[in-house]
Each structure stands twice: as structure tokens, then as C-alpha cells.
């Protein structure tokens, strides 16, 4: 069993940048796609990022491209969102996620417990 640990969040104004990390025990995340969502008050669970297991491709969500990157360190089991240019619209939670299934679409099946990341204007 795979456990995700995200951390990296803070309070941050408008206009500057964050680096989340998501530090893996338990099991390698080498074999599998990686991903990001973020959660606004009052709203879903929505897709930010994604990363194949090579690391070779990237998803984005349309809000973000340009703005976040998504990577992998294998040596050190973790996967970052490096966050830039942010708006107070990125307030959310953001959590990673681990695809089993081994799809870069998903499903994502294993949830870390969320970094809170808050953009003042």
C-alpha cells in the first residue's frame, strides 16, 4: 500500500509562486502516473495536473498551463507542482494521487490528505 504525503502549502499574494511536494512510502511510485487536484471551498474535486510514469508526458488543466508544472524526482519517491503567477483563484486544497491503474487519465485511486494553499488578492 501506497501512502501520499503532500506538503508545501501556505499563504501566498497574488502574483507569487508555491512549490508543492508529494513524498510517497510504502511503494514506489516509479510504475505509476502521478496527478494534482485542486478543491475550492464549496466546490468539486477538480483536475490540475498529471504525469505519466516516465515523467515523458504532462497534463494540464486549461486554467493553469503556463502558470504550474508538474514533475517527478524517482530517486526520492515525490512529485512537485511548481506553482507561478498564482490568483486568488487557485485557493483550493490541492491533493496528489496515485493512477494504480496505471492510466495518465486515471483513475487516480490513492489520495493523499491535501496541502491548503491560499492566494490572497
Known amino acids: 500500500q501506497v501512502q501520499l504525503v503532500e506538503s508545501g502549502g501556505g499563504l501566498v499574494q497574488a502574483g507569487g509562486s508555491l512549490r508543492l511536494s508529494c513524498a510517497a512510502s510504502?511503494?514506489?511510485?516509479?510504475?505509476?502516473?502521478m496527478g494534482w487536484f485542486g478543491q475550492a471551498p464549496g466546490k468539486e474535486r477538480e483536475f490540475v495536473a498529471a504525469?505519466?510514469?516516465?515523467?515523458?508526458?504532462?497534463l494540464y488543466a486549461e486554467a493553469v498551463k503556463g502558470r504550474f508544472t508538474i514533475s517527478r524526482d524517482t530517486a526520492k519517491n515525490t512529485v512537485y507542482l511548481q506553482m507561478n503567477s498564482l490568483k486568488f483563484e487557485d485557493t483550493a486544497v490541492y491533493y496528489c494521487?496515485?493512477?494504480?491503474?496505471?492510466?495518465?487519465?486515471?483513475?487516480?485511486?490513492?489520495w493523499g490528505q491535501g496541502t491548503q494553499v491560499t492566494v490572497s488578492s
Open positions: 494521487a496515485a493512477a494504480l491503474s496505471g492510466r495518465l487519465t486515471g483513475p487516480f485511486n490513492t
Open positions: 510504502g511503494r514506489s511510485l516509479s510504475s505509476y502516473p
Open positions: 504525469i505519466a510514469s516516465s515523467g515523458n508526458t504532462t
